[in-house]
């Protein structure tokens, strides 16, 4: 630890091992506290913070775990790079009144081999899952193993990943896992782009666009709060837009917000997810936005 409190004078508590997390969450446990878990990758921003604050209002002893789990990357994606600052994030837990800090290695959370996977289905088809193969089965891996190592009753997700909201809410109902799933809004800077770990890649041009793709999702909630129930050509045309200025389309889309899968048509009564996904140089931006017609 680079400051000068040792473990002992900390407010909140540091554990990297299993079994010390394990043994302090009992503690809390027998004294009948309440436990939220908000599971982050660190590199801790507002969102993240919010999410804490979340867990706060709905629990009597927030529990967060800071790893960057190596299995939701694919090859080519940003793990080695992905941005690291532990003793910062420990710091802001620390000011958020976070009782405990799960700070695992990688060799403490996976074996050397791994025998047994999870499978997601249709869920994972469109969206972030239908251009990153194994990123959901990697989360699932990952916050199945921490939801059975922390065993919190509250868990807390970021509205921001809101396909991963909802297939951790699968996942809770199918295994059976006892714990609410939260989901918290989504925060935003000034100019409406959507607080994001990886937001510290763009550079300053970069910065100045970023928030076009927040624009078009606002536009297209416009659009479709006053009738336009066909979003082809209006999603066609806030694409071109946006490549206009230089994004790269991942996905722009209405889907679902159940089956997360795309709606061509879109009919009262029901609830959907205006979402999207653009490249800014090497930088992946999503963002979304809910509704009900
Ligand atoms: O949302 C994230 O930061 C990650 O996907 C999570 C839930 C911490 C799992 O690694």
């Known amino acids: 630890m680079s400051d000068n409190k040792t473990a002992t004078q900390r407010t909140t508590i540091v554990c990297t091992t299993i079994k010390d997390v394990r043994s302090e969450i009992d503690k809390l446990k027998k004294s009948g ?36 789990n190596p299995t939701q990357f694919g090859p080519n994606e940003d793990y080695d790079s992905y941005p690291r600052q532990v003793e910062s994030d ?15 290695d990688r060799g403490e959370v996976y074996d050397e081999k791994n025998y047994l996977n999870i499978t ?25 193993k921490l939801f059975n190592i922390i065993k919190p ?7 921001k990943d809101i396909q991963q909201v909802q297939i951790i809410r699968q996942m809770v109902h199918e295994f059976n896992h006892d714990i609410e799933i939260l989901c918290a809004s989504i925060v935003r800077a000034n100019d409406g782009l959507a607080l994001s770990s990886r937001n510290m890649y763009l550079d300053e041009n970069e910065r100045v666009i970023a928030p076009s793709l927040y624009r078009a999702l606002h536009y297209i909630e416009s659009q479709v709060m006053s009738g ?23 996905y722009l889309n209405v889907f679902d917000k159940k089956t997360l899968q795309p709606v061509p048509v879109l009919s009262k009564g029901s609830e959907y997810i205006i979402a999207g996904a653009v490249y800014l140089g090497e930088t992946r931006l999503i963002d979304n936005i809910l509704i009900e017609l």
């Open 33 to 68: 506290k309440k436990i939220g878990f908000v599971p982050t990758m660190g590199a801790l921003h507002a969102g993240h913070l919010s999410l804490i604050q979340h867990a706060r209002e709905k629990s009597d002893a927030v529990v967060v775990s800071i790893f960057v």
């Open 153 to 159: 009753d509250v868990a807390v997700f970021g509205q």
């Open 120 to 144: 997601v289905e249709e869920l994972n088809n469109h969206m972030c899952g239908g251009s990153r193969p194994g990123f959901f089965e990697g989360i699932l891996l990952i916050v199945n």
């Open 90 to 104: 420990i710091k802001d837990c620390e000011q958020e009144g976070v009782s405990i800090v799960f700070v695992p």
């Open 228 to 250: 336009v129930d066909t979003p082809k050509l209006l999603l066609d045309h806030q694409k071109s837009e946006l490549e206009a200025k230089g994004l790269e389309i991942d």
